[in-house]
């Protein structure tokens, strides 16, 4: 009966470095979604997912940033070359089909040096 | 530009108010409105209100949606210390499947 988990809870990374986020959904959830949250900023949507697919990825900031979602379930997010304004608390949420409760993990710190 | 407004932008109650915090927005073809509210850490959904659903009720908060006037409202009765938080609202256009978010209301409900 677990909810959403998200790992690294903490990530500290040099600048120029890639990093890899990853998020479990509550199992039998369908919708994914990728939130961030800058310090003292409110939320910016990233992206979602219906099963495996994306059909929307304009909401990522740039193209370092990249996000699959294998099997159904576990989600990852990559940022490539990570640069100082890429800090900030990556969330992720599952829902059981997409107008339905949005359940969020506990987020993942991101903290570019 | 699509957009999301939120007023005001901070309030501060008493337990037993009730309190109104808005949402007005701009969006192409809109899809649909939802509700989070965010103490310190991950957001809580709170409401989804589209077009077939514009109202919507939870214990001591509503939500109302006005398609015409493009806007939402967001209702807390007999406010508690713990409804303490940001509240934020986002819209969704259709075909889309981006959220975008307003700023949020910060509320503060004294004992």
């Known amino acids: 009966g677990a909810g959403v988990s998200q790992s690294p809870s903490n990530k500290v990374t040099e600048k120029g470095k890639d990093v890899e986020l990853r998020c479990d959904p509550i199992?039998?959830?369908?919708?994914l979604y990728w939130y961030r949250q800058s310090l003292g900023q409110g939320l910016e949507f990233l992206i979602y997912?219906?099963?495996?697919?994306?059909?929307?990825k304009s909401g990522l900031p740039s193209d370092r940033f990249s996000a699959e979602r294998t099997g159904g379930s576990v989600s990852t997010l990559t940022i490539q070359r990570t640069q100082q304004e890429d800090s900030a608390v990556y969330l992720c949420?599952?829902?059981?089909?997409?107008?339905?409760?949005?359940?969020f993990g506990p987020g993942t710190r991101l903290l570019v040096l | 530009e699509d957009k999301v407004v939120q007023s005001p932008l901070s309030l501060v109650v008493h337990e037993g108010d009730t309190v109104t915090l808005n949402c007005s927005y701009e969006v192409t073809n809109f899809r649909s409105l939802l509700w989070y509210k965010q103490e310190k850490k991950a957001p809580t959904f709170l409401f989804m209100l589209t077009s077939s659903g514009i109202e919507k009720k939870s214990g001591r908060l509503s939500s109302i949606l006005d398609k015409k006037e493009l806007f939402s409202i967001l209702n807390i009765t007999a406010t508690q210390t713990g409804d303490s938080a940001v509240y934020l609202c986002?819209?969704?256009?259709?075909?889309?499947?981006?959220?975008?978010f307003g700023t949020g209301t910060r509320l503060k409900v004294l004992a």
């Open positions: 949420a599952s829902s059981k089909y997409r107008e339905e409760t949005q359940y």
């Open positions: 199992s039998g959830h369908t919708a």
């Open positions: 997912f219906q099963g495996n697919s994306a059909p929307d």
């Open positions: 986002a819209v969704e256009g259709s075909g889309t499947y981006k959220y975008i």
